[in-house]
């Protein structure tokens, strides 16, 4: 079982960036796709972006696309989410998770990182 810890998150202004980490344990990390999720108060946890096991393909919901970049080091068993112009409506938890096929989540969750946008 992956075990996945996730970071960076914090409290930013309207407009501003963050960049999100997430690392995994295990071997096989290189071996499969990864995802980025998020959960506002009051709603349902949402998808938000998924990389594949090599990295040459991505994928994003369409609130976050051209805003947010999902990337990943193999070498460092790392996945990251760099947020740019992010606003109120980003405020959520957001969580790693992997294995993903397609945007479903087959494999573990991270604990969660909270990312607050103030207006």
């Known amino acids: 079982q992956v075990q996945l810890a996730e970071s960076g998150g914090g409290l930013v202004q309207a407009g501003g960036s963050l960049r999100l980490s997430c690392a995994a344990s295990?071997?096989?990390?290189?071996?499969?796709?990864m995802g980025w999720f998020r959960q506002a108060p009051g709603k349902e946890r949402e998808f938000v972006a998924i990389?594949?096991?090599?990295?040459?393909?991505?994928y994003y919901a369409s609130s976050v696309k051209g805003r947010f970049t999902i990337s990943r080091d193999n070498a460092k068993n790392t996945v990251y989410l760099q947020m740019n112009s992010l606003n109120p409506q980003d405020t959520a938890v957001y969580y790693c998770a992997g294995p993903v096929v397609g945007t479903t989540v087959v494999g573990s969750w991270g604990q969660g990182t909270q990312v607050s946008v103030s207006s």
């Open positions: 295990g071997r096989t990390f290189s071996s499969y796709a």
């Open positions: 990389i594949s096991a090599s990295g040459g393909n991505t």
